[in-house]
């Protein structure tokens, strides 16, 4: 029992069950399945955001060009699910049936051969997490191991995000340019548009984001988190205690950029398309937004601070489309100037401490009036219980502060 | 030059930045065993040296040799698994971990990123953390967050976090900067404790302490040796009194 409370208390599992409670069962419930999928969609941004605390929060790295993986694991799955789409029986009316509308419109006449091994789905599967690594990975690599970071590691991503988009969009023939790829209809045969399959497909978000959030987890409570913090700190202690310090952060940027990639692709099933205004600057800063709000030490507070933003983005654009831009920035500017760990830092510096101080009260309170019978009683016990009182409540709010870090 | 007998040999020396030569020519042996002071004013390259030696800065020329292996094309961490540890003149710890954390980080184990993800705090570990604590006399402050010590613990934490790599060379920069005149008695003992079975240099600055504790003593001074040798014979070389001593 004790071992299990630890182990609750170690990977902060009680912040990730409530997490798992709200999204698989109190959302499904009071959320018809229009709003459940666009919860859902929200959710695959969260893999990112997810990504975003690993890599800035305890990395201090700031990527701002994140969307490039989780565009590229939404083109993989895309690819796989539009070629299912364009069967040379519903594209009979195209020039050459078979290949996908975009390709026919812009005159190709054949599926050009980096297609090809998308027709499969097991190589869909790990091109998914494998494409976006690897970029990752090059990218990394080249630049951690020069030692570049902070602002010019954040302009160079900028830059590939920028790239990324231009490529997308003029190489239409190959990606649909920008529309993207639209009209994904099924996975193997499966029709992932009706509402069953939304249920099923949300469920399998939720799943895998709970699942990245506990992998995450366990790296943080380990040596490589620690690690990780420690760098951000003073990085040259680290290199100078034998540890090469650009490995560390190479691998945390391709894990985040693995992380991103599922996002994708269960955006792109999701949604039902992909394209281009999910790959570039825009989007990888507000996926940047997500994790600030959110708070970029908290894992799960980067899910709500995503599912906040996009609950405003849609509630405001609903509304106010003009003003949602302004908004969103100042959202920004006024959490990062006035909060700067985000909504998991109010909750742990205000929230927790304010419920432990009334508890603290509620035990003084008890504690008066056990001693006001007591002095009735003229008994010499209630001074002694008094003086445990406050002794007792201050345990849970120091193991709070603690579990808080790394919340 | 092939004697294997000294612990760090350095040969011709030299490092310029943009044509001034911070270290100039520099020949310094360093028997195994040794506890070595380097003194000399400010800007004489005291720290520049052990930059060299650890790697933070690249040498234009010349070689340094560690247990006769070269050096200076090694890459840093590369040189610390050597057996190099290296004190930085502020305080390097880690701040917001607890000074557990901070020894625990040092620990030469899972020293790869997939070493780190593996790695668990095995009773092999505690135990090694709380002899370390228990000879920078932090051993009640296990649990303290680092950056609460005060600046003297905040100094023995880092020469602890060396220490649980069991170094063969140990450089100090300034190891007594900033303590108090009890801390500075308290470090004095801690370093004739640890320079047992390993080679140490330690840039200071205060004499009292440097004749404390050194074995030999060598002064720099525009990024040259103007003088090595005990204590009492360098404190009576006339041109050290006259650039350094004397002021």
């Known amino acids: 029992m004790t071992a299990l409370r630890d182990l609750i208390k170690r990977y902060q599992l009680a912040s990730v069950l409530v997490l798992t409670l709200l999204l698989a069962v109190v959302l499904p419930l009071t959320l018809d399945i229009f709003r459940l999928n666009l919860v859902g969609k929200y959710l695959t941004y969260a893999f990112v955001a997810v990504g975003l605390v690993m890599v800035w929060g305890y990395g201090g790295v700031l990527s701002l060009g994140q969307g490039v993986f989780f565009g590229l694991g939404g083109y993989a799955m895309a690819m796989f699910l539009k070629l299912e789409a364009s069967d040379p029986i519903t594209t009979k009316i195209q020039s050459t049936p078979g290949i996908p509308d975009f390709m026919d419109w812009n005159q190709l006449t054949a599926l050009p051969l980096f297609w090809e091994p998308f027709k499969s789905l097991p190589f869909t599967l790990i091109a998914v997490i494998a494409v ?276 | 030059m092939s004697n294997t007998d000294f612990a760090i040999a350095i040969e011709d020396l030299t490092v310029s930045f943009d044509g001034f030569k911070a270290i100039d020519g520099l020949n310094l042996y360093i028997d195994q065993n040794e506890l070595r002071v380097i003194i000399g004013p400010n800007g004489a390259g005291k720290t520049t040296l052990l930059d060299l030696i650890c790697g933070k800065t690249r040498a234009t020329a010349g070689s340094i040799k560690f247990k006769n292996i070269e050096l200076t094309k090694m890459a840093e961490f590369k040189r610390v698994r050597l057996g190099i540890g290296r004190k930085f003149q502020t305080p390097s710890i880690y701040e917001n971990l607890t000074v557990f954390q901070n020894l625990e980080v040092s620990f030469p184990k899972g020293r790869s990123v997939m070493g780190a993800l593996a790695f668990k705090c095995n009773d092999e570990v505690k135990a090694r953390v709380q002899v370390v604590a228990e000879d920078i006399m932090l051993a009640d402050r296990l649990d303290l967050e680092a950056g609460l010590l005060s600046h003297g613990q905040k100094q023995w934490l880092e020469i602890g976090m060396l220490l649980m790599q069991s170094p063969e060379l140990l450089m100090l920069d300034e190891p007594i900067a900033g303590m108090s005149a009890r801390e500075r008695e308290l470090t004095a003992e801690l370093l004739q404790r640890i320079c047992k079975g390993r080679s140490v240099i330690v840039i200071e600055h205060d004499m009292e302490f440097v004749k404390r504790i050194a074995h030999k003593v060598t002064v720099m001074h525009q990024g040259k040796i103007l003088a090595e040798g005990p204590m009492a014979k360098v404190q009576a070389d006339p041109n050290v009194i006259d650039v350094y001593l004397g002021h």
């Not at chain 1, 380990?222 to 650009?246: C, I, N, P």
């Not at chain 1, 398309?273 to 799960?300: D, K, T, Y």
């Not at chain 1, 760990?341 to 008890?366: F, I, N, T, Y």
């Open chain 1, 132 to 407: 976006p690594t690897l970029l990752a990975w090059i990218i990394s690599y080249a630049m951690f191991k020069r030692r570049v970071g902070g602002v010019y590691f954040a302009i160079i991503t900028q830059a590939v995000a920028l790239i990324l988009t231009v490529l997308i969009i003029g190489q239409q023939g190959y990606t649909g340019g920008v529309n993207g790829m639209t009209d994904l209809k099924t996975m193997l045969g499966w029709d992932t548009r009706t509402n069953g399959a939304k249920y099923i497909l949300y469920y399998v978000c939720v799943a895998l984001l709970i699942g990245s959030i506990l992998l995450c987890r366990w790296i943080q409570t380990g040596k490589a988190g620690t690690l990780l913090l420690a760098m951000r700190d003073k990085e040259d202690r680290v290199r100078f205690s034998g540890y090469d310090v650009a490995n560390f952060r190479v691998f945390t940027f391709c894990l985040t950029a693995a992380l991103s990639g599922i996002g994708g692709a269960l955006f792109s099933l999701q949604v039902g398309f992909m394209s281009p205004s999910f790959v570039g600057i825009v989007p990888s800063i507000e996926m940047v937004i997500f994790a600030a709000v959110g708070g970029r030490m908290s894992l799960v507070g980067a899910v709500y601070g995503t599912l906040l933003v996009n609950a405003g983005k849609t509630f405001f654009s609903e509304s106010f489309p003009d003003l949602w831009l302004f908004l969103m920035a100042a959202l920004f500017i006024g959490v990062t100037m006035a909060f700067p760990m985000g909504l998991a830092g109010l909750w742990q510096d205000h929230v927790v401490p304010w419920w432990a101080k009334r508890r603290s009260e509620m035990r003084k309170d008890k504690a008066a009036a056990a001693r006001r019978a007591a002095e009735d009683d003229a008994s010499g016990a209630a001074p002694e219980a008094a003086a445990k009182a406050p002794r007792a409540a201050g345990t849970p709010e120091r193991l709070g502060d603690v579990a808080g870090q790394r919340a």
